[in-house]
């Protein structure tokens, strides 16, 4: 290593330090960036603001017809790292008279899910989405295995 | 204005009408000595722990603790209830008799360290005549209470992070020394006192133009170097090590070394603050002016207490700021670069005051 090497590498790996401590001091003196949020007082007072991408639970919109987008293909199923989705199907007749695949229950078991997205991603037809409902806390577990798809909804037309 | 020597002298004249034994006398001055400093020391490292934790926090835009008390200011005392009654737990295949030692030689040796310092105007507990020596000695004795703890533990972690601390201490404080060295060559005095003294019309940061201030940044690196804290925290490095040398301590124990270590972080800071930044000198430029003054109205343990909780502050940004080092990153960092750099600065620094090119 040559002295000239040498004392840019040192200047150098200054500029780098200080330019770190300058964002770490922008932060230390301006409190408004602050991102924790006080949780039992903000619910209290209404100002609770969960960002749009929070991952509170895996919930299945319906639609004012009780219709769901859900055409039953277990890619969700597949894809849960852990096994917290569980889909039972079931063969529907349809007015032609053919046979066709369809959802009985969608079984979601929030106590094993870790919250990864994966199931989200996986839904060809974005039948699933995550919720932002977080207080999940219950006194029996059994509350926590949770049936996605309302009592007699159906697959919404043209969702393939 | 009453000043805080001033507050000694009428204690000591107060002390010396009531008890007439000169031996009896002294020792009853410095048994109080000792109580004001351990409670002051304890206060001090409340004080700072919380300040640790709400200066991280706002670097890291978060909140700290808002919880107990006002502005989460009695966390600390909180914890410090936790641990007193936390079972203070010596583990079966330690060696128990150097295990239970290691936290009261770290506490020892901090509290050794801290008797030269001058808080204010012929404040000081020792006015020795070896100050920065003294200083400078006996705060590496602190590295053996690593080592104990490290080796005693019967802990693979403990053993590498007392292992580690002992090649860090060893090396850093060289450099440390150094530029210590710098200010002394420019005092010709050891004493704290002269040293203070010798700052009364500029302090030597000013005064020494580019060396000296590259002394003070050298020291500002080594003592964090010294006293363990991040970038430099190998012996603990709770990612690889849990917590290194105090894996397997509990209760008082463990609350004992963080006593050490945030004392050491004060001992550190007031001999940065005395050395370079004047000490409990007031900011004074040239000789008497009215600018001069007007900072005197200032009371001397005001500045020295600013002085070393700037540092402090500047210490505590390092450590939420910048990445650990690897040991090998480490020790290039002391062997290729301060060391070299503190040398050739040492010599310059001596030029200067053979010369007295300084202010």
Redesign the interface.
């Known amino acids: 290593m040559g002295l000239g090497s040498y004392i840019s590498t ?1 200047f150098s790996s200054v500029k780098s ?1 200080l330019s ?2 300058k ?3 922008y ?2 003196t301006h ?1 408004k ?4 949020q ?1 949780y039992p007082e903000n619910k209290r007072e209404g100002a609770l603001i969960l960002p749009e991408r929070f991952r509170g639970e895996v919930t299945m919109p319906h639609d004012e017809n009780n219709e769901h987008r859900c055409t039953g293909c277990q890619s969700c199923e597949l894809s849960c790292p852990n096994g917290s989705i569980k889909i039972i199907t079931k063969q529907e007749v349809q007015p032609d008279g053919k046979k066709k695949k369809a959802i009985d229950t969608w079984v979601y078991h929030l106590d094993m899910c870790t919250f990864c997205n994966l199931c989200i991603e996986a839904c060809p037809t974005q039948a699933i989405v995550m919720g932002q409902e977080f207080e999940h806390s219950v006194f029996d577990k059994k509350k926590l295995k949770k049936i996605l798809n309302k009592p007699d909804s159906k697959l919404k037309a043209g969702v393939e | 204005m009453i000043t805080l020597s001033e507050i000694a002298h009428n204690i000591h004249v107060k002390l010396s009408g009531a008890i007439t034994n000169e031996t009896l006398l002294s020792i009853t001055e410095m048994a109080i000595v000792g109580i004001i400093l351990l409670g002051s020391l304890v206060m001090l490292s409340f004080f700072l722990g919380y300040m640790e934790r709400k ?1 991280a926090a ?6 700290g603790p ?1 919880r107990v008390g006002p502005k989460g200011s009695l966390q600390i005392v909180a914890d410090t209830v936790k641990l007193l009654f936390k079972e203070g737990l010596t583990p079966n295949a330690s060696d128990k008799f150097l295990f239970n030692t290691a936290p009261y030689i770290m506490v020892i040796t901090t509290m050794l360290v801290i008797a030269p310092i001058a808080y204010s105007s012929g404040f000081q507990i020792w006015d020795t005549s070896i100050g920065v020596l003294y200083v400078s000695s006996v705060s590496s004795v602190s590295v053996i209470g690593i080592l104990m703890a490290g080796w005693s533990s019967n802990n693979k972690y403990s053993l590498l992070g007392a292992m580690r601390c002992g090649a860090q201490i060893v090396s850093y404080e060289l450099s440390i020394g150094l530029s210590l060295i710098a200010i002394v060559v420019l005092t010709g005095s050891l004493r704290m006192s002269d040293i203070v003294m010798s700052q009364a019309d500029g302090w030597w940061i000013f005064k020494g133009h580019i060396p000296v201030l590259i002394a003070f940044v050298i020291f500002i690196i080594a003592s964090t170097a010294e006293i363990n804290r991040a970038p430099f925290d190998l012996a603990e490095a709770e990612s690889e090590l849990t917590a290194g040398f105090h894996t397997e301590y509990s209760g008082m124990k463990f609350a004992m070394f963080l006593l050490a270590e945030y004392i050491n972080l004060f001992i550190v800071c007031a001999m940065g603050a005395t050395l370079f930044l004047g000490g409990w000198m007031p900011l004074h430029f040239g000789a008497d002016n009215a600018f001069n003054h007007a900072m005197d109205y200032i009371p001397g343990f005001v500045w020295f207490f600013g002085k070393t909780f700037f540092l402090i502050f500047v210490i505590m ?2 450590r ?3 990445p650990r080092l690897r040991i090998d990153q480490l020790l290039n960092l002391e062997w290729k ?1 301060l060391l070299p ?1 503190s040398m050739i600065n040492i010599l310059l620094v001596t030029i200067i005051a053979i010369f007295g090119w300084h202010f």
């Open positions: 040192v330090l770190g401590m964002l770490t001091g932060y230390f409190h960036e602050i991102v924790t006080q | 200066v706002f670097m890291q835009i978060r909140l808002n940004w390092f939420w700021t910048f670069y750099i």
